[in-house]
C-alpha cells in the first residue's frame, strides 16, 4: 500500500526506469530478456505522456480493477534503456468499466507494437493480489538472473525446502529480506497459462518465484524498486550457493541456530528453518 501523496506519472516513468536498469545492472535482463509492469489505483492523467489512444482487449476480465492504470513494457524493449527514454519504452493501460477492455496509451515516438508477451501473467497477478489484499500499489518484474536460473537447472534446486535452506544460509539479511523464501515452479513454457497459474499461486505464499529453466518474478506493494531489490537478494544467495559448489562445497553457511537466533532478534516469522 502507498500513502498519500502518491507519486507522479512522471516520478513512476523514473523508478520503473532504476529498477530496470539496475536489473540490467546485476545481468538478470540480457539483450531484451524481463519485463516491468505496475498498477496503480490513484488517478493519474496519462495524455501528457502518452497521447495516443487506441483501444486494448483485456486477457482476462478484471472488474475490480476499473479505472486502475498499468504500466508496462513494450515488447522487445531492453530494461537497461527504458530510464532513457521511457514513454518510448513504455505503456499506459487504464482499465475500463467492466473490466474487460483498456484503454491503451502510447507516446508518438513508441519503439514497440505490442505490450510484453508476459502481460498476461502480470495482469493475472496484479490482479490476483489486489483483489486478496485490496492494495492501491503493486509492481512486479520478471528477470534471468543468471545464478538462479543455473540452479534450477539442477534437479534438486527445484525442490522448494532443499532450495531454500540451501540459498538462505549465505547472509543473515536474507531471511530477513525474505522471510517466505523463494517460490518454484517447474519448467513451463513462456506466456503459457499453465506458467500464468502455478505463478499466481506461489506469488500468494512468497515474494519472489523462480520459474525453472527460465528465469524468476517478483513483486512489491512499496515499490519497483523493491521488487527489483528482491531479485537481487535471491541472485546474490544463489551467487554463494554457486560458488560453495565450485569450491568443493568447503563453505558452512549459518547454521539453523544462528539463522533462528537471526529472526528472534529481528521478530522474522519464517517456516523454513
Ligand atoms: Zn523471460
Redesign the pocket.
Known sequence: MVEAPYPELDDLLRAIGEAGRHVADIEASEGA??NISVCLRWPVEPRTRFPVVERFELSQAVPELAGACLLVTGSGRRLREIVDDPTGNLACLVVEEGGGTARLHTSHHRRFERVTS?FNSHLAVHYDQIRSTRTNFHAVI?A?PIYLTYLSHVPRYREVTYLNRHLLRWQPETIVNLPEGIGVVPFLV?GSSELMAATIESLRRHRIVLWSK??VMARSDVSIKRAADRVEYAETAAKYEFLNLSAGEAGEGLSVDEIRAICGTFGIRQAIF
Open positions: 530478456a524481463g508476459e520478471h534471468q513462456p527460465h528465469g
